[in-house]
């Protein structure tokens, strides 16, 4: 179980989307059951809010639009795609609460594919690859940016350091919703990225063992025999095998919706939440000031993409 959990929380928070601990990959909904991350509260260490998720894609969509400005001043054309929906935000996660979500998407397959859809349908793909090769050089360098720039660097909480060009169209962009992209670059670098600095000591505690116990004896009795929601994931590919694709889905949908059931009644999702904001305020201290930053940023860039969008309506 400790496996798998620490392989689910790579990707997102023990509960999903509640704190900057984690990125946001995966296919499972929130163990927030949506009202939360739609609060205006502080979190357990008093830092300002997190963005709702619906905030979230108004700062992206403001972004995509000042990309698409850059590149046409620099002679390139430039497309705004579809922005993702709530529901698409709520993916990614240990254990699924949410039970009209998982009714509806069960762990989130479909809306992958949807994102898959648009990033082979993107126009900007298609217009980069038939420019003439000279065009399309710069045309990547442009938006991208590229090490005879100058590139930024950050360290990662758990070790190693990742860069980025410090000039593009996409840099630019980021510079006017977050006023300083260097000090936005880093600070989000660390923000997103300290699961692995609570997580080990969290799957430890007994009260996170004892709530996913109890939330197998109920998979159990409702007929599904799991140790832990990781091993459902795991499972799925063998159980949708020979199937079409709606009967492999029905399946998804129905095992979502017991997973999400149990959550609630054996309290899984209310531990999770519990320990997590206790491990937070214990073990993130030196990062305060990192999520700090990271936070009010974001407050900053969606004031800014308001304007931006609201000018652009």
Partial sequence: MKRAFAAACTAASIVVGAVA?????????????????????????????ELTDAEQILVQRAEQLLVKKCMENEGFRYWVGPMPTVDDLKG??????????????????????????AQRNDPNHSYAN???????????ETLEGTPSSGMLTAE???????????????????QQLYGDFATWFRAEK???????????????????????????????????????????REKLPELAE??????????????????????????????????????????????????????RMSLTALARAEDITDSAA
């Avoid at 038939?130 to 990547?140: H, M, Q, S, T, V």
């Avoid at 990662?156 to 980021?174: E, F, H, M, N, W």
């Avoid at 004892?210 to 004896?217: H, I, N, Q, Y």
Wanted: charge should be negative.
């Fill in 21 to 49: 601990g984690c990125t946001t990959d995966g296919n499972g909904p929130s163990a927030h059951d949506g009202s939360q991350r739609d609060t205006a509260s502080t979190n357990a260490m008093g830092e300002a809010r």
């Fill in 92 to 117: 990614g996660g240990y254990v699924v609460t949410d039970v009209a979500w998982a009714k509806k998407h069960g762990y989130g397959s479909r809306l992958q594919e949807k994102v898959q859809e």
């Fill in 130 to 140: 038939a420019l003439p090769e000279k065009d399309r050089i710069r045309y990547g």
């Fill in 156 to 174: 990662l909480p758990g070790g190693g350091i990742v860069r980025t060009p410090g000039a593009s169209c996409q840099v630019d962009a980021k």
């Fill in 190 to 232: 660390t923000a997103t990225n300290l699961s692995g600095m609570y997580v080990p000591d969290l799957v430890d505690d007994k009260r996170f063992v004892r709530a996913v116990e109890r939330w197998s004896t109920c998979m159990a009795e409702a007929g599904h025999a799991y140790a832990d929601p990781p091993a459902i």
């Fill in 242 to 295: 020979g199937q079409d694709p709606d009967e492999a889905f029905a399946v998804e949908v129905d095992l979502a919706v017991a997973e999400a059931t149990c959550a609630t009644s054996s309290s899984l999702s209310e531990t999770a939440r519990t320990l997590e904001a206790e491990y937070r305020d214990r073990k993130l201290g030196p990062y305060r000031e990192d999520i700090a930053a990271y936070q």
